[in-house]
């Protein structure tokens, strides 16, 4: 067996002399933490540039793969490294070889495995091949190959690192020879170490991201706009045929946990009162648009809102690609289909299904609830329509006002009248906005549409809530419709309407109290207490007590 000190993990200093934390398996000397040759096989390399110091070091796919961020003082930027094996000359070689002869190692059974069988899978051929090939190889060299064949064939090749790193959530590239970039969580954009060399290694890629989406992308379709298996959005162009750098991607991940009520608050970008509303109106049945520009964080918004539905409701969802994730068991997830060959007169390609289709089809399913993940075409006017019909609807739009919302919706390509907006109860302004913390992400405004003025031909507007960028705090403007409603429909009291919001107030706290961000833990306590909300109150008003 090998010494430990073998396997010894380069940790260098930075500028100060300071050395950063190790990853995980790693202790200060670099040394792994396991006596167990071949389980730790990366090592950090030297700094990207002169002045870079580490910033943060995450073990993404331990022992493998490893995120390194770094600042430099000089240029006055961050830098994303994906840290992976280093290949010798020999074992790069041998790498390739395999690769090459892959395609006639492999059977078709591996197609219906999981990933976890398919990973087992490669590493059988893999020891397979290089024991009747007699080659010897060492344990760390051995893993080192190992982990490039289950990288490229399962995984996401060069850019599996970013896809599995849960901080990021886009990854852009932009053409050959040029850095990718990622939006991060905490660094927002920044330049990674990642460079596609060559216009056929960045051709072949994005032609397997069309296989991951199951569409094709070539010369004669160059545009791909598709969602992985995993659930990630992929938009990509082929070539030169439509971007003049190369081919490009972006890649929005998939969030396996839904963004909730919870990580809402935690995020500033509502209070525990505003969640109470929306709980109140999303048990009310009232219709909701959610409206900000790229990246505000609507669709996150809208998905957390939506776990306030009542468990016994029937939900249908329609989105271009998935992204609306919801506990509900009574609920049909739709996805809009492309078609194959030229359009026709009804400028539809065959097999084609669109959002209009989707939305048409929803309303002979009887849902109590429709959830269209973005509004830009025909189908607007007949989920309108549908609202008018009593359906309860939420949906998004790019659109940073009330006013900029209806101008979008009456003129071409949506084309809905303004006397069917009335139908619409809550508007959402969603922003994202530079502060002194960086960029948040804030919900602006919560309107109430209270009616239609035909003289004016105005929508009649009500702001209940709004945020107050010099003190970063949200103001309640005094009255709701939504409260006057619900005091009529219950016959409540001013002071039993007051009463029921504030326990709806308490269970937020509770929840933000126990950082309860699994959807389901919350959608649970949620449910129950539409099933018994006196025995959900005696659980959380102690918690309420003990935490003021």
């Not at 397997?208 to 791909?224: A, D, E, F, T, Y």
């Not at 049909?332 to 400028?347: E, F, H, Q, V």
Request: with cysteine; proline share 6%.
């Amino acid at each position: 067996m090998a010494s430990l000190a073998s396997y010894r993990v380069k940790i260098p200093r930075n500028a100060s002399g300071e050395k950063p934390e190790p990853p995980a398996g790693v202790d200060q000397e670099g040394l792994p933490t396991t006596d167990l040759p071949g389980t730790f096989i990366t090592a950090m390399p030297a700094l990207p540039a002169e002045g870079a110091k580490v910033i943060e070091i995450r073990p993404i796919n331990p022992p493998y793969s490893y995120s390194r961020v770094t600042y430099n003082d000089r240029t006055k930027e961050y830098i994303y490294e994906a840290i992976e094996p280093q290949l010798s000359t020999h074992e790069r070689e041998l790498l390739n070889h395999l690769k090459e002869t892959m395609g006639k190692i492999i059977g078709a059974e591996v197609a219906s495995m999981t990933s976890g069988d398919k990973k087992a899978y490669l590493r059988g051929v893999v020891e397979e091949f290089l024991k009747t090939r007699g080659i010897q190889l060492s344990p760390l060299s051995t893993e080192r190959i190992i982990y490039y064949i289950q990288r490229d064939f399962i995984g996401y090749g060069p850019v599996d690192t970013l896809i599995l790193d849960t901080n990021i959530e886009d990854i852009s590239c932009d053409g050959v020879e040029v850095p990718l970039f990622v939006f991060h969580g905490r660094f927002e954009s920044v330049k990674t170490n990642i460079v596609f060399p060559d216009e056929d290694q960045l051709n072949s890629f994005i032609v397997q991201l069309g296989q991951r989406c199951s569409k094709s992308v070539s010369v004669s379709n160059p545009i791909l706009d598709g969602t992985t298996p995993e659930g990630h959005r992929v938009q990509a162009s082929y070539a030169h045929e439509v971007t003049t750098r190369g081919g490009t991607f972006t890649i929005r991940r998939f969030k396996e946990r839904p963004w909730t009520p919870v990580d809402l608050v935690n995020a500033g970008s509502a209070n525990e009162e505003m969640v109470a509303y929306f709980w109140l109106a999303a048990e009310q049945g009232e219709s909701m648009m959610i409206c900000g520009g790229p990246a505000a964080g609507k669709t996150s918004t809208l998905n957390a809102i939506a776990l306030f539905i009542p468990p016994t409701a029937k939900i249908v969802s329609i989105e271009d690609t998935r992204e609306v994730n919801l506990p509900h068991e009574n609920w049909i997830p739709g996805a809009t289909r492309s078609g194959t060959g030229d359009r026709g007169p009804d400028g539809k390609a065959a097999g084609e299904v669109d959002m209009f289709d989707l939305v048409r089809a929803a309303l002979r399913q009887r849902p109590n609830y429709i959830i269209v993940g973005e509004v830009r075409g025909k189908e607007t006017y007949t989920m309108f329509q549908a609202m008018a019909t009593g359906h309860t609807t939420y949906s998004t739009m790019h659109a940073d006002s009330v006013k900029s919302m209806v101008n979008r919706l009456e003129n071409p390509p949506i084309n809905t009248p303004r006397i069917l907006l009335s139908a619409l109860n809550n508007v959402v302004i969603q922003i994202q906005a530079r502060t002194e913390k960086g960029v948040v992400r804030r919900l602006k405004q919560v309107l109430e549409i209270v009616g239609f003025e035909p003289e004016t031909n105005e929508l009649i507007t009500n702001t209940v809530y709004e945020w107050d960028p010099a003190t970063d705090k949200f103001v309640f403007k005094g009255h709701s419709f939504l409260f006057d409603k619900i005091m009529e429909l219950k016959n409540y009291t001013h002071e039993e309407m007051e009463a029921e919001f504030q326990r709806r107030v308490l269970v937020v706290r509770f929840l933000v109290h126990q950082k309860m961000d699994d959807y389901r833990a919350l959608w649970k306590m949620v449910t129950d207490y539409y099933k018994d909300p006196k025995t959900v109150m005696e659980k959380v008003q102690p918690a309420g007590e003990a935490a003021s």
